[in-house]
Each structure stands twice: as structure tokens, then as C-alpha cells.
């Protein structure tokens, strides 16, 4: 439950005015009195009547000077101090509402006006405001009493304490409030011009910065127009290159062309003269067999050989000699003389397995790798999607690690090794990769890596050894029917680790 005249605790600043009129009056010289008569407000203390006694024999109180907030905050700070200080009978009647206020609600802009209003009213208030600054400012008050307000600012007295001091000190303090008004109006001035010799340092710096950018930026286009222009004419004498060689191909496609046609006369000449030697011969031997059996005849029946006779058999065997020279066929049966004979390849053999090992151990690929001359030709992709090979992985991964195994084992071992993969499967690639002591091979579309691989086992010499590394069963069936030596994928990657 409140009293009357104070306000409940907590109540609303914004609606502490309205409850004026209920609880104080005003004397005829516009000063509150407290609802509870002269007694209320004759409470303030002794000591309050002595710090006001100054003000009391003038008459009327000494309105609180209208100085910046910054100077007034200082006496405001011990206004609030003293009003919560203050026991509510001392109080003037507009302040009991705040006297239980917090601090930092009687900040607030509204209490704060009506404190200063009280201030401006009421002499006893005021009275005790000052006392409470001159008891905490004793040794700034004396100064300021003997004049001297200027040596307490020159020795690091705030503005705000010295004007403080000067309005608790009433008319004796005036000439401190104007000093301390000049040393915050100098103190600010000095702030602005720090700040603003700060803020064009800082425009000067940006624009020395902005400066230097743009002599980078016109040195960098001269730069780029440099370049410009010698790519312009690198490209013009690109031009010219480019349209002299290309005359060069056009002269040297018709030339091609020329010596096509001129080798294809040729060839057909060749032949049609080697099909008309080939009747001559086989007219000469048909003449020649006819003869020998004249001639076997004669020496049956006679002891006695005409010369002539064996003169003539005798010619006729150096000019078919002859004629087989002269068309190519020096060597050839003379039962095949017409047709150039069918070459049979001979018979490659493979490499020998260990004792005690099998053709799928990685100990036997070892001792292959080992022979002389071996070509080892790997099925790419047969071995990385192995399940003891790199499944998981992508292709590219997959043809990485490959790779990497199989040029460490040349490297040891010093065999030619190539792998082959399917090329339908990635980009255009080259068909041949060179890396290294191994060759790669991607085959063309349409082309797998099996007929790749039997077509390389099928060129190479008959006496050279090769080695094929693959679990695909068709595949390792077609190179062992071409000699070759056949081991699984796994003997491969069990190599990956010795």
C-alpha cells in the first residue's frame, strides 16, 4: 500500500506526474509544498539549512545554470544521490514517488526533468545537493572559493568536476562553470580537429594508395598493349606461315598423288610382265620336260648322246634359269613356279614353368619377367576390376594404380611390359601412351583389348618369348594356341607388394 504523496515502488516514470496534483500544493512563490505541511519540509537537517543559508538570505533559489549535458551530469549524479539518501519526509513531495528507485531508473529523461525542476524550486533540496558536492569536491571547492578554478583544470581536473563545484558554490562558483564551459568547448574543438587531422591523414593515405593502384593499373595496360600488339604480329607471321605450308601440302599432295598413279602403272606393268613370263616359263618347262624325256629316251636307246642334241637340252635349261631370275622366282619348285608360295610361321614355344610352382603363381611371373627379350602384354581392365584389384575405385584410378604396379615391376625386372585397355570406355586418347619402360594401348572402337592382344602375340617373332596376363579364360585359350605363356591376374597383383 502507498502513502500519499509517494508514488508505489516501481511505478511507471511516464505516469509520475499526474499524481502531483494530488499529494503536494504550491506556495504563492511557485515553490511545492509537501501534502504533510511546513513540518515535511522543514525536515532537511541542519546541516542543510547551513549549505543553504546562502541562497535563503538572497531570497529566491539560484536557478541550476543551463550548461551541456556533459558539464551537468556530475551535479545531476549527486542530485540522485542525495535523493536517495533522503528519508521521504525530507523529501520535496514531487520526489517521494523515486526516492526507492533504482539508479538506473532515475535516469530515466522524465525524472531526471522533474529533479532538476525541484532543484530550480526548491531551496532546501538544493541546499542539501550542494552540501553533498562540497563534502566530496572539498579541495576543488577551496580552490575554486580562492579563484584559482584555472590551475585546478591546468592539473588534470575534469571539466565536468570543476563545473560541478561551481554550481553548488552558487554565484562564487560562476566564473569556474564559464572556465570549465571553455576548457570542454576547447577539449571538443581539439577532438575535432585530432579527428579530423585523423580523417584526412586517412583520405591523404587513401588517395596515395588510390594513386599507386592506377600507376599499376596504366602500367599493367601498357603492359597488356605490348603484349597486344606482339600477339597481333606473332599471329600475322602465324598466318603467313601457316598459308605457305599449306601451299607446301597442296603441292605435296599432288605430287603424292602423281607418285601413286605412276606406282600403280608400275605395278600393274609388273604384273602384266610377270603374268607373261610366268606363260614363257611355263612353256620353257613344259619344252624343257618334254626334252629331258627325248633325251632319257635317246641315252636309253642309244650308247651314244647327239651333241646337238644335249647342246640344245642344255640352253634350254639356262634360259629358264634366266627367265626365273628376271621375274623373281629364283628358288621357287619348279612344280609352284606359276604362284608365290604361302609362308607357314613356325611354332612359338612357352616359357618353362619352375618346379614345384604353378603357370598362376606370382613366383612363376617373376621368373617370366626375368627371360631376356620377354614381351608381357597385360588385359587392363581384366586385372583392375579383379576382385583382388582396385573394383571399387574409377577408371581412371583403376588404369593409375595399374600403371604404377606394372612400371615398377619393368623397372625390377627390365621387361617390355604393355597394357592394353578397352578404348571404347574413355575419351580419345592416343593409342599409344610412352610412359616410360611401359607402354600403354587404348584400342580403337569396335576393337577389343582380347583381339588387340592376340593380334600383338600373333606379330611378334616366333623366337621371341611373350607372356599374357589375364583370368579371361577365351582369351588365354586363343594366345596359348599361338605359344604364348598365360598367367592370371592374380599372379600380377601378388607382385604388388615384393
Same mark, same amino acid.
Given at each position: 500500500?502507498?502513502?500519499?504523496?509517494?508514488?508505489?515502488?516501481?511505478?511507471?516514470? $511516464?505516469?509520475? $506526474?499526474?499524481?502531483?496534483?494530488?499529494?503536494?500544493?504550491? !506556495?504563492?512563490?511557485?515553490?511545492?509544498?509537501?501534502?504533510?505541511?511546513?513540518?515535511?519540509?522543514?525536515?532537511?537537517?541542519?546541516?542543510? =539549512?547551513?549549505?543553504?543559508?546562502?541562497?535563503?538570505?538572497?531570497?529566491?533559489?539560484?536557478?541550476?545554470?543551463?550548461? =551541456?549535458?556533459?558539464?551537468?551530469?556530475? &551535479?545531476?549524479?549527486?542530485?540522485?544521490?542525495?535523493?536517495?539518501?533522503?528519508?521521504?519526509?525530507?523529501?520535496?513531495?514531487?520526489?517521494?514517488? &523515486?526516492?526507492?528507485?533504482?539508479?538506473?531508473?532515475?535516469?530515466?529523461?522524465?525524472?531526471?526533468?522533474?529533479?532538476?525542476?525541484?532543484?530550480?524550486?526548491?531551496?532546501?533540496?538544493? @541546499?542539501?545537493?550542494?552540501?553533498?558536492?562540497?563534502?566530496?569536491? !572539498?579541495?576543488?571547492?577551496?580552490?575554486?572559493?580562492?579563484?584559482?578554478?584555472?590551475?585546478?583544470?591546468?592539473?588534470?581536473?575534469?571539466?565536468?568536476?570543476?563545473?560541478?563545484?561551481?554550481?553548488?558554490?552558487?554565484?562564487?562558483?560562476?566564473?569556474?562553470?564559464?572556465?570549465?564551459?571553455?576548457?570542454?568547448?576547447?577539449?571538443? +574543438?581539439? @577532438?575535432?580537429?585530432?579527428?579530423?587531422?585523423?580523417?584526412?591523414?586517412?583520405? /591523404?593515405?587513401?588517395?596515395?594508395?588510390?594513386?599507386?593502384?592506377?600507376?599499376?593499373?596504366?602500367?599493367?595496360?601498357?603492359?597488356?598493349?605490348?603484349?597486344?600488339?606482339?600477339?597481333?604480329?606473332?599471329?600475322?607471321?602465324? /598466318?603467313?606461315?601457316?598459308?605457305?605450308?599449306?601451299?607446301?601440302?597442296?603441292?605435296?599432295?599432288?605430287?603424292?598423288?602423281?607418285? =601413286?598413279?605412276?606406282?600403280?602403272?608400275?605395278?600393274?606393268?609388273?604384273?602384266?610382265?610377270?603374268?607373261?613370263?610366268?606363260?614363257?616359263?611355263?612353256?620353257?618347262?613344259?619344252?624343257?620336260?618334254?626334252?629331258?624325256?627325248? &633325251?632319257?629316251?635317246?641315252?636309253?636307246?642309244?650308247?651314244?648322246?647327239?651333241?646337238?642334241?644335249?647342246?640344245?637340252?642344255?640352253?634350254?635349261?639356262?634360259?629358264?634359269?634366266?627367265?626365273?631370275?628376271?621375274?623373281?622366282?629364283?628358288?621357287?619348285?619348279?612344280?609352284?613356279?606359276?604362284?608365290?608360295?604361302?609362308?607357314?610361321?613356325?611354332?612359338?614355344?612357352?616359357?618353362?614353368?619352375?618346379?614345384?610352382?604353378? @603357370?598362376?603363381?606370382?613366383?612363376?611371373?617373376?621368373?617370366?619377367?626375368?627371360?631376356?627379350?620377354?614381351?608381357?602384354?597385360?588385359?587392363? &581392365?581384366?586385372?583392375?576390376?579383379?576382385?583382388?584389384?582396385?573394383?571399387?575405385?574409377?577408371?581412371?584410378?583403376?588404369?593409375?594404380?595399374?600403371?604404377?604396379?606394372?612400371?615398377?615391376?619393368?623397372?625390377?625386372?627390365?621387361?617390355?611390359?604393355?597394357?592394353?585397355?578397352?578404348?571404347?570406355?574413355?575419351?580419345?586418347?592416343?593409342?599409344?601412351?610412352?610412359?616410360?619402360?611401359?607402354?600403354?594401348?587404348?584400342?580403337?572402337?569396335?576393337?577389343?583389348?582380347?583381339?588387340?592382344?592376340?593380334?600383338?602375340?600373333? +606379330?611378334?617373332?616366333?623366337?621371341?618369348?611373350?607372356?599374357?596376363?589375364?583370368?579371361?579364360?577365351?582369351?588365354?585359350?586363343?594366345?596359348?594356341?599361338?605359344?604364348?605363356?598365360?598367367?592370371?591376374?592374380?599372379?600380377?597383383?601378388?607382385?604388388?607388394?615384393?
Amino acid at each position: 500500500m502507498s502513502t500519499p504523496g509517494q508514488a508505489p515502488t516501481g511505478s511507471d516514470p $511516464d505516469r509520475a $506526474d499526474s499524481t502531483w496534483e494530488d499529494t503536494d500544493t504550491v !506556495d504563492p512563490a511557485g515553490a511545492p509544498v509537501p501534502a504533510g505541511g511546513a513540518a515535511a519540509g522543514g525536515a532537511i537537517g541542519d546541516g542543510e =539549512a547551513v549549505a543553504g543559508e546562502a541562497v535563503g538570505d538572497a531570497g529566491a533559489p539560484v536557478p541550476v545554470p543551463d550548461l =551541456a549535458d556533459a558539464l551537468l551530469v556530475g &551535479y545531476m549524479d549527486a542530485a540522485l544521490a542525495t535523493l536517495r539518501a533522503s528519508t521521504p519526509a525530507t523529501l520535496p513531495g514531487q520526489l517521494r514517488q &523515486y526516492q526507492t528507485w533504482t539508479p538506473r531508473r532515475l535516469k530515466h529523461p522524465r525524472v531526471l526533468s522533474v529533479v532538476r525542476r525541484t532543484l530550480d524550486l526548491d531551496q532546501k533540496f538544493r @541546499a542539501a545537493v550542494d552540501e553533498r558536492v562540497l563534502q566530496e569536491e !572539498d579541495v576543488l571547492a577551496r580552490l575554486i572559493r580562492a579563484g584559482r578554478h584555472a590551475e585546478a583544470l591546468a592539473s588534470g581536473e575534469p571539466p565536468e568536476a570543476v563545473a560541478r563545484v561551481g554550481v553548488a558554490l552558487g554565484q562564487d562558483g560562476q566564473a569556474a562553470v564559464r572556465a570549465a564551459e571553455d576548457a570542454l568547448a576547447r577539449s571538443r +574543438a581539439q @577532438a575535432e580537429a585530432a579527428a579530423a587531422r585523423s580523417a584526412l591523414a586517412g583520405a /591523404e593515405s587513401e588517395l596515395e594508395q588510390a594513386r599507386a593502384r592506377a600507376d599499376q593499373e596504366a602500367a599493367a595496360a601498357r603492359t597488356a598493349r605490348e603484349a597486344l600488339r606482339a600477339a597481333r604480329h606473332e599471329l600475322r607471321r602465324a /598466318e603467313r606461315e601457316i598459308h605457305t605450308l599449306s601451299q607446301r601440302c597442296r603441292a605435296l599432295e599432288q605430287e603424292m598423288s602423281q607418285a =601413286a598413279a605412276r606406282l600403280q602403272n608400275a605395278r600393274a606393268q609388273a604384273a602384266d610382265e610377270q603374268r607373261r613370263l610366268g606363260g614363257r616359263i611355263a612353256e620353257l618347262q613344259a619344252l624343257l620336260a618334254q626334252s629331258q624325256r627325248q &633325251y632319257r629316251a635317246l641315252r636309253k636307246s642309244s650308247s651314244q648322246v647327239d651333241p646337238v642334241v644335249a647342246e640344245a637340252v642344255g640352253a634350254l635349261e639356262r634360259d629358264v634359269s634366266a627367265l626365273r631370275r628376271a621375274a623373281g622366282l629364283e628358288g621357287v619348285p619348279k612344280s609352284q613356279a606359276g604362284a608365290a608360295p604361302p609362308r607357314l610361321p613356325e611354332r612359338r614355344e612357352p616359357l618353362p614353368v619352375p618346379g614345384g610352382l604353378a @603357370a598362376d603363381d606370382p613366383e612363376t611371373l617373376a621368373a617370366w619377367l626375368a627371360t631376356a627379350d620377354v614381351l608381357v602384354l597385360v588385359d587392363g &581392365y581384366n586385372v583392375t576390376k579383379h576382385e583382388r584389384g582396385f573394383p571399387d575405385r574409377t577408371l581412371e584410378d583403376q588404369r593409375t594404380l595399374l600403371l604404377d604396379l606394372c612400371r615398377r615391376l619393368a623397372r625390377r625386372w627390365g621387361a617390355e611390359i604393355t597394357v592394353v585397355f578397352d578404348g571404347a570406355s574413355v575419351a580419345p586418347v592416343p593409342t599409344r601412351l610412352p610412359l616410360g619402360p611401359i607402354g600403354v594401348v587404348f584400342t580403337d572402337a569396335g576393337r577389343t583389348a582380347d583381339d588387340e592382344i592376340v593380334a600383338r602375340v600373333n +606379330a611378334a617373332p616366333s623366337e621371341r618369348p611373350v607372356v599374357v596376363v589375364s583370368s579371361d579364360n577365351e582369351l588365354r585359350e586363343r594366345s596359348a594356341a599361338l605359344g604364348a605363356s598365360v598367367t592370371r591376374a592374380t599372379a600380377l597383383l601378388g607382385l604388388a607388394n615384393r
